[in-house]
């Protein structure tokens, strides 16, 4: 009977060594997925950045200036009908 007894807590410390590297892979896992989606969201972050301060760039007056020089010179205008829409309708001036 004694050693029915030991191979049965030898099987118990097994089982809970077995459980133990399981979990331990497993934390290991989910580290390095939460490191990966942080890591990821500091690069949409990074190009978020770079797009509204290409949209600032753009909204500049500078830039509207030269945009609107652009479509003089191309004989056409910016459609004034609307302001508050966002898409622009061009029409040809005829010059």
């Known amino acids: 009977m ?3 007894r030991w191979l049965g807590v ?3 410390w097994v ?3 077995l459980a133990t590297v399981h979990l331990r892979a497993e934390q290991a896992r989910s580290a390095a997925r939460c490191l990966r989606s942080e890591s ?3 690069a949409w972050r ?3 950045w770079a797009l509204q301060m290409e949209v600032a760039r753009l909204r500049g007056p ?11 010179d191309f004989g056409t205008e910016p459609a004034t009908d ?14």
Do not use: N, Y
Not at 62 to 72: S, T, V
Not at 82 to 95: A, M
């Open 2 to 4: 004694k050693v029915e």
């Open 10 to 12: 030898l099987g118990m």
């Open 15 to 17: 089982g809970v060594a």
């Open 40 to 42: 990821d969201r500091l």
């Open 46 to 48: 990074a190009d978020l």
């Open 62 to 72: 500078a830039e509207l200036r030269q945009r609107l020089q652009r479509f003089r």
């Open 82 to 95: 609307s302001p508050g829409e966002t898409g622009r309708i061009l029409t040809f001036s005829g010059r």
